[in-house]
């Protein structure tokens, strides 16, 4: 498989936060993810595309469009709720399987602790002590271990500003924690520039046991500016952190050189989180995004 490339919901503001309204149909969110140039698309929100295997084939099919994977958030810090998480995990693979997926994102039930959404970007070293670390991993170890066990999809953990897995501290953590045959890492660009890494060196870090790429960029300034002003996670998104690839400050062409020579066989997803009033923005800067990563040699 060569490396194919998808886009996501969350390019039109469609998130797993209830406060934050949707404005798109999914009709018209697939629409645009087909005509602006890709091939694929992630699930979004459990229940924003249809939650029936025959019916999302059906529309994935008379669009071109392949189910890449899906964002499962669960709060692995607390033990006596996993079996929920776990549950929570099956049901989507059940699905993504189904449809001929191949890797489950699980990532850290963020945006819901105040200190963490406050401090988003400005966060160094780790939040959490190495007891907790042990039993985070452990329970992302036992999600992964019953989502391949079940269903053969192997799991990507998502980095996540505003989570307990925001820094490349933390995600080093949790990678040296986590069984490498069952969980890998889904490296976001954008999330780990604004966290204050390096993508190109987190892909030489860990090379190949990213299985699963976001493509973000991030705007240096905004992201300084973000700082400075003690901006929110959401309030930095709203003020544009996250810009469209090739406006902000992530090395593409490097990451795709050096992607091809680890011989990167899987999907990247593009994504530009946004909130948005201007319902057309988001399809021109899929558009946008598509272009120019034909232009770096995607």
């Known amino acids: ?26 009709q018209r969110v697939l629409d645009e993810i087909a005509e602006t140039g890709y091939v694929g698309t992630e699930l979004g929100p459990w229940g924003f595309l249809p939650t029936d295997a025959e019916t999302l084939a059906g529309e994935l099919e008379k669009r071109g469009l392949s189910m890449v994977s899906a964002f499962v958030p669960i709060n692995f810090l ?3 709720s996993i079996e929920i998480g776990e549950e929570q995990a099956l049901t989507v693979g059940r699905l993504l399987a189904a449809l001929g ?10 945006g819901k602790v105040p ?41 990507t953990f998502h980095h996540h500003c505003a989570g307990y897995v925001e820094t490349p501290d933390e995600t080093a953590h949790l990678m040296d924690r986590t069984d490498l045959e069952l969980v890998g890492l889904c490296l976001d660009t954008g999330h780990w520039l604004y966290a204050g890494g390096d993508p190109l060196k987190a892909v030489k870090e860990y090379g190949g046991r990213i299985n699963h790429v976001h493509f973000k960029d991030c705007d240096s300034n905004i992201r300084q500016l973000a700082i ?35 011989d990167y066989d899987g999907w990247i997803t593009v994504e530009q989180d946004v909130l948005t009033d201007d319902l057309d923005a988001p399809r021109h800067s899929a558009r946008h995004n598509r272009e120019y990563l034909r232009k770096v040699g995607l």
Do not use: C, H
């Open 101 to 110: 997926a191949s890797v489950l994102i699980l990532a850290d039930d963020g």
């Open 228 to 262: 400075d002003e003690k901006l929110n996670y959401f309030q930095a998104v709203q003020a544009g952190v996250f810009s469209e690839l090739g406006q902000g400050s992530v090395n593409f062409p490097d990451l795709v050189t050096v992607l091809k020579r680890l």
């Open 1 to 26: 498989m060569t490396i194919q490339i998808a886009n996501a919901p969350v390019s039109w503001a469609i998130y797993e936060f209830s406060d934050i309204e949707q404005k798109y149909t999914y």
């Open 115 to 155: 200190e963490l959404v406050a401090q988003a970007g400005r966060r160094r070293g780790s939040w959490l002590s190495a007891a907790d670390w042990d039993d985070y991993a452990e329970n992302v170890n036992r999600v992964a271990r019953r989502v391949y066990d079940g269903l053969g999809l192997k799991s």
């Open 78 to 80: 607390d033990t006596d």
